[in-house]
């Protein structure tokens, strides 16, 4: 069996790490504002920061967590790796 091609298993890495911050984020977002948002007395609302407490803590605070997360990873993690020389534009012979 060939060895594994460095930049596939680095590319198959980061696409883990990739589904896994959204997996997590899906998860976090559609539990918390299904728990706190639905079946709820309006007199128990609060706000924060002018929106209903369970959109602040369900949506804008992942939205931005995972726009920070995805700086990290795409400036940090993502690696730039030499694919080799470039292939010319011939039509291939079989």
Same mark, same amino acid.
């Given at each position: 069996? +060939?060895?594994? #091609? +460095?930049?596939? !298993?680095? $590319? !198959? !890495?980061? &696409? *883990?790490?990739?589904? $896994? *911050?959204?997996?997590?984020?899906? &998860? /976090? ?9 639905? /079946? !709820? ?7 924060? &920061?002018?929106?209903? #407490?369970?959109?602040?803590?369900? *949506?804008?605070? +992942?939205?931005?967590?995972? $726009? ?7 400036? /940090?993690? *993502?690696? #730039?790796? #030499? ?8 039509? +291939?012979?079989?």
């Amino acid at each position: 069996m +060939p060895a594994e #091609d +460095p930049v596939l !298993r680095s $590319s !198959r !890495r980061e &696409a *883990i790490v990739v589904f $896994s *911050i959204w997996a997590v984020a899906c &998860a /976090y977002t559609v539990g918390y504002c299904y728990t706190f948002g639905y /079946y !709820r007395e309006p007199g128990s609302l609060k706000f924060v &920061a002018g929106l209903p #407490d369970w959109v602040f803590w369900g *949506i804008l605070v +992942p939205w931005t967590t995972c $726009s920070l997360l995805s700086f990290w990873v795409s400036n /940090y993690l *993502i690696a #730039d790796d #030499d694919l080799g020389e470039a292939q010319s534009e011939e039509a +291939p012979h079989v």
